[in-house]
T-cell receptor, first 112, second 112 residues
Framework: DAGITQSPRHKVTETGTPVTLRCHQTENHRYMYWYRQDPGHGLRLIHYSYGVKDTDKGEVSDGYSVSRSKTEDFLLTLESATSSQTSVYFC???????????FGSGTRLTVV | GQQLNQSPQSMFIQEGEDVSMNCTSSSIFNTWLWYKQDPGEGPVLLIALYKAGELTSNGRLTAQFGTTRKDSFLNISASIPSDVGIYFCAGQVRGATNKLIFGTGTLLAVQP
């Protein structure tokens, strides 16, 4: 199994503060993705990466930035957290060319 | 942004019953996938479909890639309590970035 870990698992933060979520993989996969999950919306793509320093926006990228300085780490940053960014965030890696993703266990973020 | 229409939103059934759910899109996909999410975890791939009309089984699960390439179906036979969770469909237009578009999810509850 592809090793993928997210940290932290839970976080509560105040409106207006910056927050960084980390996704770490152990198997050198090229493609990595950040999704958010909200009731009634399923999983929506925030940003994705197709290599070191190569990233692009997904459908709900406003208010988020990402960085990938090493193959194994993909960071998601909320520059100034808002209550609308309260959500569960999932990182995923693409493990083969046929579309299968492996997901991390998620980070539950609450912005108060 | 693009999103898949998944139905039903939720199902509450008795153990032993069969379950059907489906996913439709206004766009054509090259790949359809079905995932299951247990509480507190990330989604896990159940079945992948790569060809229009394809019918694939995984134990008690059977999924079909619609002939129009705009829909997919998942059936679960003889449900058991551990089938409880959220089921997501996902579609992919195969390309360099392997991005997946997810459905809104079907919450399945199984009463023993």
């Amino acid at each position: 199994d592809a090793g993928i870990t997210q940290s932290p698992r839970h976080k509560v933060t105040e409106t207006g503060t910056p927050v960084t979520l980390r996704c770490h993989q152990t198997e050198n996969h090229r493609y990595m993705y950040w999704y958010r999950q909200d009731p009634g919306h399923g999983l929506r793509l925030i940003h994705y990466s197709y290599g070191v320093k190569d990233t692009d926006k997904g459908e709900v990228s406003d208010g988020y930035s990402v960085s990938r300085s090493k193959t194994e780490d993909f960071l998601l940053t909320l520059e100034s957290a808002t209550s609308s960014q309260t959500s569960v965030y999932f990182c995923a890696i693409s493990v083969d060319r046929e579309g299968g993703y492996t997901f991390g266990s998620g980070t539950r973020l609450t912005v108060v | 942004g693009q999103q898949l229409n998944q139905s039903p939103q939720s199902m509450f059934i008795q153990e032993g019953e069969d379950v059907s759910m489906n996913c439709t899109s206004s766009s054509i996909f090259n790949t359809w996938l079905w995932y299951k999410q247990d509480p507190g975890e990330g989604p896990v791939l159940l079945i992948a479909l790569y060809k229009a009309g394809e019918l694939t089984s995984n134990g008690r699960l059977t999924a079909q890639f619609g002939t129009t390439r705009k829909d997919s179906f998942l059936n679960i036979s003889a449900s058991i309590p551990s089938d409880v969770g959220i089921y997501f469909c996902a579609g992919q237009v195969r390309g360099a970035t392997n991005k997946l578009i997810f459905g809104t999810g079907t919450l399945l509850a199984v009463q023993p």
